[in-house]
């Protein structure tokens, strides 16, 4: 399985970028999945996770009420919807397709990587 990662650019403190992930197989719609950021200097992070059905999702508590995850399994695409954005969000956001159905926190627990996108928030 590839996944694309989409929608990345610079946005204002304050504004709003949505991320898309594209997986290249329908096998896909089984597997939980996860964005995760890596800041210049710092280790990757997990940032939200939603489950193989989409009816369970997870956030790291920085991003609580900020961002919103969601995935079309027809599309075969994920979704990552971020709002009120701050300087500490930039990062290069990664997609992953996790092990199981359930999304993980940690990268040990992901088989599929996207490319990562840029997300730039200047103050």
């Known amino acids: 399985v590839q996944l694309q990662a989409f929608g990345g650019g610079l946005v204002q403190a304050g504004g709003s970028l949505s991320l898309s992930c594209r997986a290249s197989?329908?096998?896909?719609?089984?597997?939980?999945v996860g964005w995760f950021r890596q800041a210049p200097g710092k280790e990757r992070e997990f940032v939200a996770g939603?489950?193989?059905?989409?009816?369970?999702?997870y956030y790291t508590d920085s991003v609580k009420g900020r961002f919103t995850i969601s995935r079309d399994n027809a599309k075969n695409t994920v979704y990552l919807e971020m709002n009120s954005l701050k300087p500490e969000d930039t990062a290069v956001y990664y997609c992953?397709?996790?092990?199981?159905?359930?999304?993980?926190?940690?990268?040990?627990?992901?088989?599929?990587w996207g490319q990562g996108t840029q997300v730039t928030v200047s103050s």
């Open positions: 992953a397709g996790a092990l199981a159905s359930m999304a993980a926190v940690l990268p040990s627990g992901y088989r599929y």
């Open positions: 939603i489950n193989w059905r989409g009816d369970s999702t």
């Open positions: 197989k329908r096998t896909f719609s089984n597997n939980g």
